[in-house]
């Protein structure tokens, strides 16, 4: 019998960082029938799963959906490519595997928007029960959960000048830069990599569960709205292979097709602004107004350093040393190309009078050159930093642009619309340049390539980041969750106005977290498994906090 034709319990929508854990946990009790459905194809390409592959995958339009962004001032009138992860894995099987968790505060905060089943004590036991950590388990760490994780096998001269670097400024050097202590901090930054492979959400919690009778996963599968009956939500309508189809839900539709896409979906499907329907033509299902509203990014700015060839990685990304390096990898699952997209994260604040830090960097010991049009490392030796404020208030929106599904939405970043934005950025990248004049990380150092030394007043600072910043891939909050009416989802994830449909992905978070968003977008999908299967005040798998 064909998958259209069977009733299921839960049918979610995306394979992603979300979607996965989520079918992993519904589908751990064989009575109950979950579909997955995932737009993208299977992660069978081993650029997938060989870390260093990332650049040659973000190339390949299979895998990415190609999420444009509309021009506007803070992006110096650039449209921004906000490529996203289109396979099995969603965006965790494409992106840089730094693994952060954000601060335990942020999940405070949390819990004082949507209530203690959102607090640190509750996310930490989620993360101790997801996490199967190379440095062994701690309080809030996990040793043999799905999810592995290990730590950076690189310890240079320049890594280490890095740290010693921190350290000089007041940053604690930290072993596991993810304990919840929330303090200013530096180290060799965990990541979703084990014995050389790409941790995906897939690979750690689908692909283990694969063969279990109830749980069906069908890739190729684009949902284009959903089904309801009255208020209810029953299924899903899609196309496989052009064809319509359709997928019936007995219990819930579950949505994890990531921030850009569920808001559009949730649009399409007549939950959404009425204006914005109305001028589709699409009929108003509920009127929720925030649905695509309150879109958070991370705005980073990639600032480069020159540094002797020997001290970069740079020679090994390029050439015959590129190929024998893939070569060594696929030998050994070893070596330049088994390493995430960073090494090290320094957490900071960036004015003193702040409780905790407002500012990242992830750095790495090689240069990209941004003067050829196509993707390339410099051929001097170089080091790099990624910078961003952690919390950024401004706001954006994804609006689709019409009722057709295969229309991608207008998303608009509205990045630095307000002044504490703007100010941090100043604020967050002369910290950087602090960091890069200790020593003896200043001793290695011949000079400061991007943005360069003609960008020091606080306008030049400004247009620094106007240039040459970034969307840096961590969008949440279109479907925020919250006890007020006003929030698209209630504090169980539950769709407002509506029965029957949840949001589970990075949409639900109201405000960015303090760091990259592959953990946590893990861990909210996992507390949500917790509510679905045990309704609020369930711990994660009986972990104790
Ligand atoms: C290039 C890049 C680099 C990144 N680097 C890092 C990093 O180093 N560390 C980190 O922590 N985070 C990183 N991130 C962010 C992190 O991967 C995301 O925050 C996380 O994957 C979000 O999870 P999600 O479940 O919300 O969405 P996703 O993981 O994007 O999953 C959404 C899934 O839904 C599917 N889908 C969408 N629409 C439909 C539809 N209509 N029908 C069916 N399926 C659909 C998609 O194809 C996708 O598989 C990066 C992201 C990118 C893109």
């Not at 965990?190 to 492979?197: A, D, E, N």
Request: charged residues 20%.
């Amino acid at each position: 019998m064909s998958a259209a034709a069977i009733p299921f319990d839960y049918v979610i929508v995306g394979a992603g960082a979300a979607g996965c854990v989520m079918a992993n946990r519904l589908s751990a009790d064989p009575g109950t029938r979950v579909l997955l459905l995932e737009a993208g194809g299977r992660d069978r390409h081993p650029f997938i799963h060989m870390p260093k592959g990332i650049a040659k995958v973000m190339a390949d339009p299979a895998f990415i959906w190609p999420f444009m962004t509309q021009a506007e001032p803070a992006s110096n009138d650039v449209a921004e490519s906000w490529a996203r992860g289109r396979t099995l894995g969603g965006s965790s099987a494409v992106n840089g595997m730094v693994y952060v968790r954000g601060q335990a505060a942020d999940f405070q905060a949390l819990a004082d928007i949507a209530g203690d089943e959102w607090g640190w004590d509750r996310i930490g036991a989620a993360y101790k029960a997801m996490e199967g950590h190379e440095l062994g388990p701690a309080r809030t760490r996990g040793g043999d959960g799905p999810l592995r994780i290990s730590m950076p096998t690189i310890r240079t001269k320049l890594t280490e000048a890095v740290i010693s670097a921190g350290q000089a400024l007041g940053l604690e050097r930290r072993d596991d830069v993810n304990d919840p202590a929330d303090s200013q901090r530096i180290g060799y930054a965990p990541r979703t990599i084990w014995k050389g492979k790409r941790q995906s959400a897939a690979v750690a919690f689908l692909a283990p569960v694969r063969a279990r009778p109830n749980l069906t996963v069908l890739t190729g599968v684009a949902v284009d709205r959903i089904l309801f009956d009255k208020h209810r939500a029953v299924g899903v309508a899609a196309r496989k292979d052009g064809v319509a189809v359709t997928f019936k839900a007995l219990s819930e539709v579950i949505l994890a097709a990531g921030a850009l896409s569920t808001p559009a979906l949730l649009q399409r499907s007549g939950v959404g602004p009425a204006g914005l329907l109305r001028q589709h033509g699409i009929a108003v299902r509920h009127d929720s107004a925030e649905v695509g509203a309150n879109l958070r990014e991370h705005r980073g700015m990639v600032m480069q350093w020159r540094v002797k060839d020997h001290l970069s990685q740079n020679r090994d990304f390029q050439g015959l040393r590129l190929l024998a390096n893939t070569a060594r990898y696929y030998l050994t699952h070893d070596g330049p190309m088994a390493n995430a997209a960073y090494e090290i994260g320094a957490w900071f604040k960036s004015r003193p009078d702040l409780d905790r830090p407002d500012g990242q960097i992830l750095i790495a010991p090689f240069t990209f050159d941004y003067a050829r049009p196509t993707f390339r490392m410099e051929r001097q030796g170089g080091m790099n930093f990624c910078v961003y404020r952690l919390r950024p208030e401004s706001t954006g929106s994804v609006r689709i642009g019409s009722a057709d599904p295969g229309q991608l939405p207008a998303i608009m970043p509205n990045y630095s619309a307000l002044e504490s934005d703007r100010r941090a950025m100043g604020d967050i990248t002369r910290f950087a340049r602090r960091l890069a004049a200790q020593a003896p990380l200043a001793g290695l150092i011949e000079a400061e390539t991007r943005p360069g030394p003609d960008y020091q007043s606080d306008a030049e600072l400004a247009l620094a980041h106007r240039r040459y910043g970034y969307g840096s891939y961590h969008a949440c909050g279109t479907c925020r969750m919250g006890r007020d009416p006003a929030s698209v989802v209630d504090p169980e994830l539950r769709v407002r106005g509506v029965d029957g449909l949840r949001v589970v992905d990075s949409s639900v978070f109201p405000f960015m977290l303090s760091g990259n968003t592959n953990g946590p977008a893990m861990a909210v999908a996992w507390r949500a498994a917790d509510l679905i299967l045990n309704g609020p005040a369930a711990s994660s798998n009986g972990a104790t906090p």
